[in-house]
């Protein structure tokens, strides 16, 4: 799986957007984004996945440039329950399972 | 729903000693993954079950071990512990063979003195 480069920590205001970055330049045809995050003391919290098209749910946007090399998760309106490290993974379909976290992001929300 | 829960929530043991935790996943999941958490850093993968079949298995020593049982559940075993495997025990379970979208139990904290 490609490896990804994240900023180590971002601050948010709250209600504002917040965008994440995250680099992945080595990614192959069949390889997937995926976004997780987790809040202290929790368990990781699938966000949302894509492939070449932009995404949307209920919780993020996903934004993959059209050479694939980068990404950005977009939270519409940051609040501060969405503070917790942010994991950029990038993987293949059939990798069974397997997801290779980094450091990930840490994204702390202010007032 | 109930999610995906672990037992126990935290554990002690001293080194040498073995250890065994619990998973159960999230009704209808049949794939189960497990991951260690060392503090500060993100989770590393250790196995994936589906169907009762070990499908993938991480950098991880032999002391480690799992099964899955025909209810999808599922137990990480570690023996002969060491000071490194202190650690927050994760489990994930996903409804597809591929575990696109995980869904994460709380952990198992376990700290061996």
């Known amino acids: 799986d490609a490896k990804t480069t994240q900023p180590p920590s971002m601050d948010c205001a709250e209600g504002r957007a917040a965008n994440l970055p995250c680099n992945h330049s080595t990614i192959s045809g069949n390889e997937y984004v995926y976004w997780y995050r987790q809040i202290h003391s929790q368990g990781p919290q699938y966000i949302i996945h894509g492939l070449k098209n932009n995404e949307t749910n209920e919780m993020a946007s996903l934004i993959i440039t059209e050479d694939r090399k980068s990404s950005t998760l977009i939270l519409p309106h940051a609040t501060l329950r969405d503070t917790a490290v942010y994991y950029c993974?990038?993987?293949?379909?059939?990798?069974?399972?397997?997801?290779?976290f980094g450091a990930g992001t840490q994204v702390v929300v202010t007032p | 729903d109930a999610g995906v829960t672990q037992s126990p929530t935290h554990l002690i043991k001293t080194r040498g000693q073995q250890v065994t935790l619990r998973c159960s996943p999230i009704?209808?999941?049949?794939?189960v993954s497990w991951y260690q958490q060392v503090l500060g850093q993100g989770p590393q993968f250790i196995f994936q079950?589906?169907?009762?079949?070990?499908?993938g298995r991480g950098n991880f020593p032999d002391r480690f071990s799992a099964r899955q049982f025909p209810n999808y559940s599922s137990e990480l075993n570690v023996n002969a512990l060491l000071l490194g495997d202190s650690a927050l025990y994760l489990c994930?379970?996903?409804?597809?063979?591929?575990?696109?979208?995980?869904?994460f139990g709380p952990g198992t904290r376990l700290l061996v003195l």
């Open positions: 993974i990038v993987r293949i379909t059939d990798s069974w399972g397997k997801l290779q």
């Open positions: 079950y589906y169907e009762k079949e070990e499908r």
């Open positions: 009704s209808g999941h049949k794939s």
């Open positions: 994930a379970s996903s409804l597809d063979p591929e575990g696109a979208s995980q869904y």
